[in-house]
């Protein structure tokens, strides 16, 4: 099946007790028993449940994997794939991450006796030299957040093989709509649903995709032991959001595509960060791995200390200022303040991240409004 046709359709049959076409929302925790070990498939909903298993089976295909899992957030998903890990195991991962991974990796998993390599993934070949036999996981994103920077994942992927080291990709801020790392080498694919999946800033939920069956095996053990599995009705609100992710993310792109080169013509504004651009450091890898460009842009104004740029992300009457992205609604976001607060200064001016740089999730809107929003914003 095509990418549309299984957004709408992957892992839901109408109902078998009434025909209902759209998955019922099973609110139920437990499961009749015929006789002790003698039910349909499903016992207990931490483990199972039928709306969310029909969300996993989209999710599965959308990622072009065998199996999906749900979790209650992204963080969640997060936190099972680094409980895979035991203490003195090492892991790679990128400098320019999103802060709450960040923050897990560091303040957290840190302390559980896990080290963390946080470093530039601009080219897989500096990798090599963080390898050693304690090396269990590369977690990678791309593109970052929120400077864009693109991290090549079939590159990566070859180096993980080669050694044996599991990769994981955080495809959040790309969506399955632009890119599938597991066709890409990668072994599993985490996303927050929260974002272009549930697509409605609706809902918070999380994700893993991938195909060895051994790891879907400990992952679920994982997801069912500790438990941070979401409700029915979050899983619907999930399952009808993707069942318009092609066309939003098509709506995305376009709309991404027109604020980038307004915002590069713009004299109040200094750098503007969007893979789309062909004077992008990674433009050739972007357009290789990824189909189209997507909505979120990151950019810096010209002459603005942290009170300007505080000032402006207040005037805009469109797009509103807040966290997240993926939604159709536009959103702008003050990363240093905001979805970045967590990173210390060193690390997040070392990568752009800067007390001038604003982020936009464009949404999808009409164009022209979004465009006068930012016009009389930027003054
Ligand atoms: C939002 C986000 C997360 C965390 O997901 P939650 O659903 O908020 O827990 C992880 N990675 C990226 C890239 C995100 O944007």
Known sequence: MKFATKAIHAGQEPDPTTGAVMTPIYQTSTYWQRS???????????????????LEACLAALENARYGLAFSSGMAATDAVMKLLRAGDE??????????????????FAHYGIKFHFIDLSKPENISQYINEKTRLIWIETPTNPTMQIVDIRGVAAIAKAKNILLTVDNTFASPYLQNPIDLGADIVMHS????????????MGALMLNDEELYKQLWFIYNACGATPGPMDSFLVLRGIKTLHLRMKAHCENGREIAAFLKAHPKVGKVYWPGFEDHPNYEIAKKQMRDFGGMISFTLKDADLRGTFELASRFNVFTLAESLGGVESLINHPVTMTHASIPKEAR????VVDNLLRLSVGVEDIEDLLADLSQALG
């Open 193 to 204: 649903a929260t974002k272009y999946l549930g697509g409605h800033s609706d809902v918070v």
């Open 349 to 352: 001016e070392a990568v752009g």
């Open 36 to 54: 002790p070990g003698e039910h349909k498939g499903f016992e207990y909903s931490r483990g199972t449940n039928p709306t969310r298993k029909a």
């Open 91 to 108: 892991v790679i991962t990128g400098n320019d991450l999103y802060g709450g991974s960040f923050r897990m990796f560091s303040k957290v």
